[in-house]
């Protein structure tokens, strides 16, 4: 059973297109979050949520918004796609607020033409 | 804001052993993480260490915690060709988990 997986894993799209990634932890743990990774492989946390409310918000533009329709799930949806969007945006869970983030999801890779 | 640093290329040969620093900047830091990325796969947490420690072993691994000079090492044993991949260290600080991760190194194993 996977812990944490996201769909789609591969996502090609054009510029002003709106997308959106899922992600589902079966996990029970009450934080989620989504990080972005560029094509230097530079990680930096974009949000994170625990039981459904918001509890980091980086300085992300606000074309992207995440969505915690219930814990186990946090989804992002990214308007008016531009090209610098292009990266790999993972999933991660945790069952503290603190501590050690073990579970992180495949990775979508995103690429906008 | 936490700075953390790497170096961006380690070569080693097969059974040595491999040496990955990283340096931050945040002397708040509580936990220090060592996560390894395979070629396109995910992150995976290999260990970690609690801010009040300075050494922790697991099997091959070692942790070194210098906190004074805020530095952070992981040491692989007997190095295989299976520990190929790209290591970043990640300092949490904060009360919210605010994870800052390292620009990666990558380590390549040679026969």
């Known amino acids: 059973d996977t812990a944490v997986s996201q769909t789609p894993k591969y996502l090609v799209t054009q510029m002003g297109n709106d997308k959106s990634i899922k992600c589902e932890q079966n996990?029970?743990?009450?934080?989620m979050y989504w990080y972005k990774q560029d094509s230097k492989k530079f990680l930096k946390i974009m949000f994170s949520y625990n039981n459904k409310e918001l509890i980091i918000n980086e300085t992300v533009p606000n074309r992207f918004s995440p969505k915690s329709p219930d814990k186990a799930h946090l989804n992002l949806h990214i308007n008016s796609l531009e090209l610098g969007d292009s990266a790999v945006y993972f999933c991660?869970?945790?069952?503290?607020?603190?501590?050690?983030?073990?579970?992180f999801g495949p990775g979508t890779r995103l690429t906008v033409l | 804001g936490e700075d953390v640093e790497q170096s961006l290329f380690l070569s080693v040969r097969e059974g040595d052993s491999s040496v990955i620093n990283c340096t931050y900047t945040?002397?708040?830091?509580?936990?220090l993480y060592w996560y390894k990325q395979e070629p396109g796969a995910g992150l995976q947490l290999l260990t970690y260490i609690f801010s009040n420690m300075d050494m922790k072993q697991d099997q091959r691994l070692t942790v070194l915690l210098n906190k004074k000079d805020k530095h952070l090492s992981l040491r692989i044993a007997d190095t295989q060709t299976g520990d190929s991949a790209i290591y970043f260290c990640?300092?949490?600080?904060?009360?919210?988990?605010?994870?800052?991760f390292g620009t990666g190194t990558r380590l390549q194993v040679t026969l």
């Open positions: 945040d002397s708040s830091s509580t936990y």
């Open positions: 996990l029970g743990h009450d934080t």
């Open positions: 990640a300092v949490l600080t904060g009360t919210a988990s605010k994870l800052t």
């Open positions: 991660a869970s945790s069952p503290l607020t603190t501590g050690p983030i073990e579970f």
